[in-house]
Antibody, heavy 117, light 109 residues
Framework: EVQLVESGGGLVQPGGSLRLSCAASGFTFSNYWMNWVRQAPGKGLEWVANINQDGSEKYYVDSVKGRFTFSRDNAKNSLYLQMNSLRAEDTAVYYC??????????WGQGTLVTVSS | QAVVTQEPSLTVSPGGTVTLTCGSSTGAVTSGHYPYWFQQKPGQVPRTLIYDTSNKYSWTPARFSGSLLGGKVALTLSGAQPEDEAEYYCLLSYSGPWVFGGGTKLTVL
């Protein structure tokens, strides 16, 4: 059974940091680009970042560049999103996902990040 | 970064046909944007329906189809079912980063 399980969300003050993790199982994790997608409460989807198979290529949405860092550990089948200098507008459910992909479509259940004083 | 635009809401009758579109602030949408379409129902994670403009997955219902239309990318639903009521998002590639559209709330009524 394929699983993507996010963790690390929570309540943080503006300017604070959080590290999200995503544990993958049930598929050949190291073969795929991976992505973070977020969704603010009651709002639409926003693509946040992606990383290639060996971690050498990464892209970010402009609003998080310089603040978020995406990494992966293929030996542990895990993803990490280090989020610094958090802002209220970063409040959202964060999903790790294989999408977009031409062959598979796996999503975690999401982890809620709330940035508030 | 680019802005991707979709109709905020559309309504279709059961059994009817509706076309959702997705445009880019940078100009015409082409196959080079590798367009995707997603469906999200309330309380659920998104599900991908279409990739690379018009390609379907094994799980994509046959009544959904994708195309390029007048400088935009389109998702056509032919023979709408009540279970198709959902939010639909397009996703476009900009040579590395991706951008979602704002979503179209589709009502089947």
């Amino acid at each position: 059974e394929v699983q993507l399980v996010e963790s690390g969300g929570g309540l943080v003050q503006p300017g604070g940091s959080l590290r999200l993790s995503c544990a993958a199982s049930g598929f050949t994790f190291s073969n795929y680009w991976m992505n973070w997608v977020r969704q603010a409460p009651g709002k639409g989807l926003e693509w946040v970042a992606n990383i290639n198979q060996d971690g050498s290529e990464k892209y970010y949405v402009d609003s998080v560049k310089g603040r978020f860092t995406f990494s992966r550990d293929n030996a542990k089948n895990s993803l990490y999103l280090q989020m610094n200098s958090l802002r209220a507008e970063d409040t959202a459910v964060y999903y790790c996902t294989t999408s977009p992909s031409t062959s598979i479509d796996y999503w975690g259940q999401g982890t809620l990040v709330t940035v508030s004083s | 970064q680019a802005v991707v635009t979709q109709e905020p809401s559309l309504t279709v009758s059961p059994g009817g046909t509706v076309t959702l579109t997705c445009g880019s602030s940078t100009g015409a949408v082409t196959s080079g944007h590798y367009p995707y379409w997603f469906q999200q129902k309330p309380g659920q994670v998104p599900r991908t329906l279409i990739y690379d403009t018009s390609n379907k997955y094994s799980w994509t219902p046959a009544r959904f189809s994708g195309s390029l239309l007048g400088g935009k990318v389109a998702l056509t639903l032919s023979g709408a079912q009540p279970e198709d009521e959902a939010e639909y998002y397009c996703l476009l590639s900009y040579s590395g980063p991706w951008v979602f559209g704002g979503g179209t709330k589709l009502t089947v009524l």
